[in-house]
């Protein structure tokens, strides 16, 4: 069974930081590039950041870009996205996602298209106070 579990999520102050991990199971995890997203109440899902354990591409959202990054422990079959100087607008429930890799793709050319990655976490909250 795939699963994707995120944690790492709480509040935390305007300007600080925080580490999201996500734990994944039940699939090869260097056949597939994992992807960060999150949804605000009222708004579509975005994407944020994603990574190839294949080759150790990985790619960003402009939104995101120079704030967030993104890195994996292949042995522990775990992807991280280390949160910096969040904003309130960064409020939001956060997902990782994962999506088979194409031969000879990266992490960039795979894109973060929502609905094109196949399995999903629960998601955990973010909350960033003012």
Do not use: H
Not at 111 to 125: A, C, K, S, Y
């Amino acid at each position: 069974e795939v699963q994707l579990v995120e944690s790492g999520g709480g509040l935390v102050q305007a300007g600080g930081s925080l580490r999201l991990s996500c734990a994944a199971s039940g699939f090869t995890f260097d056949e597939y590039v994992i992807g960060w997203f999150r949804q605000a109440p009222g708004k579509e899902r975005e994407g944020l950041a994603s990574i190839s354990s294949t080759d150790g591409s990985s790619y960003y959202a402009d939104s995101v870009k120079g704030r967030f990054t993104i890195s994996s422990d292949n042995a522990k079959d775990t992807v991280y996205l280390q949160m910096n100087s969040l904003k309130p607008e960064d409020t939001a429930v956060y997902y990782c996602a994962a999506r088979y890799i194409a031969l000879g793709a990266t992490a960039q050319t795979m894109g973060l298209i929502p609905f094109e990655f196949d399995f999903w976490g629960q998601g955990t909250q973010v909350t960033v106070s003012s």
